[in-house]
């Protein structure tokens, strides 16, 4: 750097020099060390022509200067006079100035007394060397005359250190001066313009001045240039290379300005040779030459050393932007090496699993593929320096350490990359190893559940099962764990606590499977050695013991006896020898049920490893993503790519991903992994967190908005980028759909559990949250049908849960409706797809649509809906096992509804049902507590004495809130006036006003609108007399009831019946009853019995079923109404509950 400066000092001390000769000689060329005027400043006094220097010479070579006849001369001031003189005395060369002058002074048409005064001044004031005066006198004769009177008697006034020599003619002149020397008006053939003369001395003093203003203006912007301060940054260097090079343009301009002036005056002075080759140029004219092409000399001269010293400069310049440019890129060259190198540091995972190490090894290779750009740089840039120095770069002693440093930190990573390359090598050949012995392991364990025990038991089947034994340990020798010393001695180097317990329990592992299938042999080897034991022949009997007609009973007795022994001993023989075989085959039993529970675990292991997998990839592919293309949606250096159409799209496009990723990858995976020694009790982890799935089905519902988007903005540039930096040979739209792949396969890996642990402790945890996890699966999927209804004007939250949904066949038999909308509604049903909500019931058409993915999907276009407080059912309809009716204030509206298939009418009906049932065990509640706020029920009438033959605590506090229940038969129901029904002339139920307004389901903190109902004291027999509500519990559908006409066995149900026949109290029951009495069948109980009160005795038991229907007969609960006959007052459940005809009110009624 030192040395570079030097010569930039140097360079510029030899371009002042040089430049500063320059002016120098500029100055001596035009004389003006000597005569500092110039033509221009003379130039109106060198217009009047009284002296000019015209270019002859003598004959030794004096310069000539002529004064032509000029009248006014004497009115010449001096100093202009002086001027003049010493302008055209300083024109000619020093040698011919040196050798003196000639003066032709012409006074030819002048006075003596003029040309004796012009002479005295002009000898008195000539600044340079005379060598000779001529005068050319006056031509008249009188002036002539006495000129040379004059002269003669003056010669004293005449006598100078020159000759003064008077001339009466031209001719005269000749003789001194050759003709060829003097201007025509003397008599001579010297071409000479006096105009001329003067524009080409103007032109040459002021290409000289140029010539010296440039040399000038070059010498000060060389210092300038040298005395500017290098810029530490690239962008101000490359701007001041940028300025310098601006301004030496600008000054080369001008040299080329100054060289073409210069030719051009050149070219005018050689004009006359250019015009007649011939033509011989006088001194003056040669002189005049000689000076422009030396000053065009200089002015080439200043040129060169502008070029030399610029030349210099610039590459300084140059090489300091090289620099530059070096160190910045060095500096960002070493931040992304430092970069990748904390990353590597960082990279100190060896994995856990087989799987994971390949993982690790191609997220090692591709990161090393992306961080090859870094390294490559540095490695460009380091052989960038290594140029520099080469071409002798003035900054060597900055640039080397850089490039060494550069080539270090290469190094460093590459070879920290090949360490973490062979560790990961180490550790894949590793888990290999484990992976290959588990494998066989579980090759054994399948290999020992799957050889069937009872084949087993015979010598041939025995002896297979050896020999497939003997043939699988064979493989032992390439596929299990040999030393477990050897081991720990080849991998140290990755071997950490946890790896190395994992090598433990696999070798642990190993050794307990070698150890079953060495039981396993020597229980094979006992059945395959065990020898069928021959039967011991028996002697017959003796001819001489021949059977005698009549034998002595003693003789009977000893045989028998006997042979009594010989049997039992045979007997206890057979005994042992099968007890003996009996507890060989109780211990291969008891051997394969433990390998079968071995098995059992394994594949536990296997479905838990699937899922801890899976989970751990899920979690990486949502990082992935929420990185990769969502942060980047938001980055400023990324926002060109991204078209106006996606611009502030990003949660329609993602959804609540981030939600999903924050809880697997914070909460539900490290929960998972508390599980990995316990499979069988992983369903807790899922019941735990149950609540938390239900964000999948906000993802699910964004869906298809989601969807639509990509498919207007897949061809964005924004999404390749991303791609292309992700490595990902999948589309966006496929990482998209991960989350709706998860929540599906969960099912999947929790069925494959619950099959391999029926037996466990968390078998019921795992059938739980299957259960769940299907449930949500439905509400999902309930979900996308559900946002999916268009033309609903109100709020679809405030109808409640969705319970059901599906599609249906559905016939209308309306009483109000057109007489052949009746006709037809029988014959045509509308297709139809109901959505069952805890308050209301929907009827929309489906309507499919056309496109792609979710676009595919069916809207639905909202038709009507019944508020589930005006709702009955029927459940079977006569002549179609998947109809059932749904009917709406009091049978007004019915709609026949045709499932797909009885299951699914099944499900529909027992879901509806429980919405009835909970609606009526709602308005009871509300019941009980208004008649429990206002205090106003009578007390209890004390029970009988005769407790229940089967009650338990469970029946007895259930009989204790049936007495309590303000709506049951035993409580006090209100008798106060009920709504009226609608009046004449007011909106009906299913008038278009009360329709419109159906689906409004209006909140109330009194279950399904129960207000206004006061509670006074009755007696026990105005309650029987007006008959109250019938349990909740009612079985029997009364619709169907009529349609079938009574056939088919009795089917009991809670509520009031007459006795029509006695039951004596001697019964196993203890129950006492009379024909004709009022009993009432309160509730259903275990085993078949049923709790029932004899109201004329208030006596209550247990009574079998069968009892209990002898005991009634076919009466009729007085409660039970059809619905054709309960008018205004039907029940809303026709297989629930049903309303008095006392009482006449609807659910539809007390909602208002």
Known sequence: MRFWLRNEEMALEEMVQRLNAVSKHTDEIMHQDIVPLCAADIKDQLKKRFAYLSGGRGQDGCPVITFPDYPAFSDIPDKEFQNVMTY????????????????????????????????????????????????????????????????????????????????????????????????????????????????????????????????????????????????????????????????????????????????????????PLVRNPEHSLNQDQLDNQTTVQRLLAQLNETEAAFDDFWAKHQQKLEQCLQLRHFEQNFREVKAAL?????????????????????????????????????????????????????????????????????????????????????????????????????????????????????????????????????RFLETGAENKIQELSKIYKDYESILNQDLMEHVQKVFQKQESMEEMFHRRQVSLKKLAAKQTRPVQPVAPRPEAFTKSPCPSPGIRRGSENSSSSEGNALRRGNYRRAKSEM????????????????????????????????????????LCVLEGYAAEMD???????????????????????????????????????????????????????????????KYCQNKPRSESLWRQCSDCPFFQECQKKLDHKLSLDSYLLKPVQRITKYQLLLKEMLKYSKNCEGAEDLQEALSSILGILKAVNDSMHLIAITGYDGNLNDLGKLLMQGSFSVWTDHKKGHTKVKDLARFKPMQRHLFLHEKAVLFCKKREENGEGYEK???????????????????????????????????????????????????????????????????????????????????????????????????????????????????????????????????????????AKRHEVKSDPTPFGLRGWSKTSHSLEASEDNDGWSSAEELINSSDAEEEGGAGPKKLAPGKYTAVADHEKGSPDGFAVKSGDMVEVIHEGDEGLWYVRNLATSQEAWVPARSLSTLIGKSRSAQCLSSSESGSGSALLSNSSSCSESCNVTFSDLKG
Request: glycine content about 4%.
């Open 338 to 470: 430092d970069a990748v190198s904390q990353k590597i540091s960082a990279f100190t995972d060896i994995g856990n699993s087989l799987a994971h190490v390949e993982h690790l090894l191609k997220d090692l290779a591709s990161f090393e593929e992306k961080s090859s750009v870094s390294v490559e740089r540095a490695r460009a840039l380091s052989l960038e320096g290594n140029q520099l120095i080469e071409n002798k770069h003035y900054a060597v002693d900055s640039i080397h350490p850089k490039c060494n440093e550069l080539q270090h930190l290469c190094d460093q990573f590459v070879a920290e990359i090949g360490k973490r390359r062979n560790l990961l090598n180490k550790s894949l050949e590793l888990h290999g190893l484990l992976e290959t012995s588990m494998k066989w392991c579980d090759e054994g364990i399948y290999l020992l559940a799957s050889q069937p025990v009872d084949k087993c038991q015979s010598q041939d089947g025995a002896e297979a099962a050896l020999q497939e034994i003997e």
């Open 857 to 995: 999907a069916p809207s639905y276009s909202y038709k009507q809906s019944l508020n589930m407080t005006a709702v009955g059912i029927t459940e079977n309809v006569k002549g179609d096992a998947k109809k059932f009716e749904i009917w709406y204030n009091a049978r007004e509206e019915v709609y026949i509804i045709q499932a797909p298939t009885p299951e699914i009418k099944a499900a529909w009906v027992n879901e509806i049902r429980k919405v009835l049932t909970s609606q009526l065990q709602a308005c009871r509640e509300a019941s009980q507590h208004r008649a429990l706020e206002q205090s106003q029920s009578l007390p209890l009438p004390a029970s009988s004495n005769t407790s229940p033959s089967k009650g338990n605590t469970r029946n007895s506090k259930k009989l204790e809130e049936r007495k309590t229940d303000p709506l049951s038969l035993e409580g006090y129901v209100s008798s106060t006036s009920l709504p009226k029904p609608p009046e004449k002339g007011k909106a009906s139920p299913t008038s278009p006003d009360k329709k």
């Open 635 to 697: 980055n400023p250096l990324m926002t060109h790519l991204i078209s106006s159409s996606l611009q502030n799209k990003k949660d329609i496009l993602f959804g609540n991903m981030e939600e999903i990723y924050h809880f697997h990858n914070r909460i539900f995976l490290r929960e998972l992994e508390n599980y990995i020694d316990c499979p069988e009790l992983v369903g807790r982890c899922f019941l735990e967190r149950m609540e938390e799935f239900q964000i999948y089905e």
């Open 88 to 271: 055209l005395t300083g024109i000619p060369s020093l040698q011919d100035a040196g050798i003196g002058f000639i003066l032709v002074i012409d006074r030819r048409q002048d006075k003596w007394t003029s040309v004796k005064a012009s002479v005295l001044r002009i000898a008195a004031s000539f600044p340079a060397n005379l060598q000779l005066i001529l005068v050319l006198r006056p031509t008249g004769f009188f002036q002539r005359t006495l000129s040379d009177i004059a002269f003669k008697f003056n010669r004293d006034d005449f006598k100078m250190k020159v000759p003064i020599i008077m001339l009466s003619s031209v001719p005269e002149l000749h003789g001194y001066i050759d003709k060829s020397q003097l201007t025509e008006d003397l008599g001579g053939t010297l071409d000479y313009c006096h105009t001329r003369w003067l524009c080409h001395r103007t032109a040459i003093e002021s290409f000289a001045l140029m010539v010296k203003q440039t040399a000038q203006m070059l010498q000060s912007f060389g210092t300038e240039l040298a005395e500017t301060e290098l810029p530490n940054d690239v962008p101000s260097t490359s701007s001041v290379l940028s300025a310098h090079t601006e301004k030496k343009g600008k000054m080369k301009e001008d040299l080329k300005l100054a060289l073409k002036e210069g030719h051009t005056l050149l070219e005018s002075i050689r004009e």
């Open 583 to 622: 507890n060989e085959n109780q211990q291969v039993r008891s051997g394969s049920t433990g390998d079968e529970e071995e098995s059992l675990a394994i594949l536990r292991r296997h479905v838990m490893n699937e899922l801890l997998e899976t989970e751990r990839v899920y979690v990486e592919e949502l």
